[in-house]
Every structure is written in C-alpha cells, then in structure tokens.
C-alpha cells in the first residue's frame, strides 16, 4: 500500500512539474514573438514554481508593452 501512494504522489509530482514547464515554455514563447523575452526574463520564468503567476504573466504577456508590465502585480493585489 505505500508502494502505491508513493508511485501516485511521484506522478502527481511529475504532472505539475510537466504543468509547470508547459507554462513556462509558453510564456517564452510568447515574450520573445513579442520582443520581451530576455535573460533576466528567462531567469525569473525558470525560477517560478507557482502555476498561478505563471498563468498570470502569460496573460499579461499577450498584450504587455514592456517586461515590466508581465511581471508587475495585478492592479488591487499586493507584489509576492
């Protein structure tokens, strides 16, 4: 039995991870279409490990004017 639950919390893991690196690469991709991607960009992608600001940051990515923008805190939400 403990087998099992630790073969179903490795996949588990390995899901948001596979999550995870989906959100990451689709972020880059859509800041370097848009000229914004850059090495400190990358770095702080890469070092992201929340799926929420991931997602956050590629919306914003789709229509952000300058890097600052993607990574800037949603209006009425403090900066993590």
Known sequence: E???????????EGREEGRLAGLRASLLAVMDA?????PMA???????AEAATLEGW????VTAKTTSEVFAAPRGRAKR
């Open 2 to 12: 403990g087998r099992e639950e630790g073969r179903e919390e490795g996949r588990e």
């Open 42 to 48: 990358a770095e702080r992608i890469s070092g992201e």
């Open 34 to 38: 848009r000229g914004l991607a850059g």
């Open 58 to 61: 590629l919306r914003r990515a």
